[in-house]
């Protein structure tokens, strides 16, 4: 009886049986602006807005988004959600994208270097750093246009993860920039925009452009993972992207997060979207 009364009140009101289980968001605990332990990051921002309008209880997992990260938490359902991942990204569903970003050329606002492009001449003789992908060096895509115009022997790359016994290692390629041991770095845009921020020197930020044609995107749409076999939740997670647009548009900015506009020709994505740096 007692369940059959439960089962007539959800019905009523249109709520779900599970609505006050707790969110279970898979979460990088040392990758600020995105995430950390502390809920600093704007990612965290995000699982709690998508909580409260799922009206439900957060927690946590944490996990460092590395390599195969998709087949160690979501796929085996040790949480619900990953924020911030590729739209489109084959190892996991993914919501409607909530933002989308772009690398940017970083450089101190002291340097000649403003108005750069990927096929400047300014670009072979300096010192760049570009963000790697995994123990393995995977590049980036900033990493692979530069190698693809031959600019490789003065290039430096930083491993994104780093060294995890430091706050926030992806850091350390900006860091390059300010003590002027790279004269510029190709960074994902979120990172760079929120360390501008509070950088002690100024620092300039200029989105790259991808050459017209070119098979190596620079922008990417940024999504919610969520688990495959559960659309529901991702129904509600797009309702909750949807409906809560403004406050995240709000959220974002506050970080400083760079915003490009969705390009005319975005075919190429899926083949980089494993390939984003966070």
């Not at 909580?51 to 988004?65: E, F, G, I, K």
């Not at 016994?165 to 002027?180: E, K, M, Q």
Request: with cysteine; aromatic share 6%; glycine share 8%.
């Amino acid at each position: 009886m007692r369940i059959a009364r439960l089962g007539l009140t959800a019905l009523l009101c249109g709520c779900s049986l599970v609505a006050h289980a707790a969110l279970v968001v898979c979460a990088d605990p040392n990758n600020m602006p995105f995430s950390n332990r502390h809920g600093d990051g704007f990612e965290n921002g995000l699982a709690r807005i998508l909580a409260r309008d799922l009206h439900t209880t957060l927690r946590y997992v944490w996990w460092a988004q590395r390599r195969g990260f998709a087949r160690e938490t979501l796929t085996q359902s040790r949480c619900d959600i990953w924020p911030g991942v590729a739209a489109g990204l084959q190892s996991m569903a993914t919501s409607v994208p909530y933002y989308r970003s772009t690398y940017v050329f970083v450089s101190l606002v002291s340097e000649p270097l403003a108005h750069l492009s990927l096929d400047d001449p300014r670009l072979r003789n300096i010192l760049i750093g570009v963000q790697l992908v995994g123990d393995d060096g995977v590049n980036t895509p900033p990493a692979t246009a530069l190698g693809m115009r031959g600019v490789t022997s003065n290039v430096r790359g930083f491993p994104l993860y780093g060294d995890y016994r430091r706050p926030n290692p992806p850091n350390a390629i900006l860091d390059a920039v300010v003590n002027h041991s790279v004269k510029l770095a190709l960074v994902w845009g979120p990172l760079a925009g929120y360390y501008a921020r509070h950088s002690p020197m100024p620092l300039r930020l200029e989105p790259i452009a991808a050459t017209p044609g070119s098979v190596v995107p620079m922008s990417f749409a940024i999504s919610v993972g969520v688990r495959r076999n559960d659309p529901q939740l991702l129904a509600r997670i797009n309702a909750a992207l949807r409906g809560n647009s403004a406050q995240i548009e709000r959220l974002l900015k506050a970080y400083g997060v760079p915003r490009v506009a969705e390009p005319t020709q975005v075919a190429n994505d899926a083949t980089h979207s494993a390939k984003v740096s966070r």
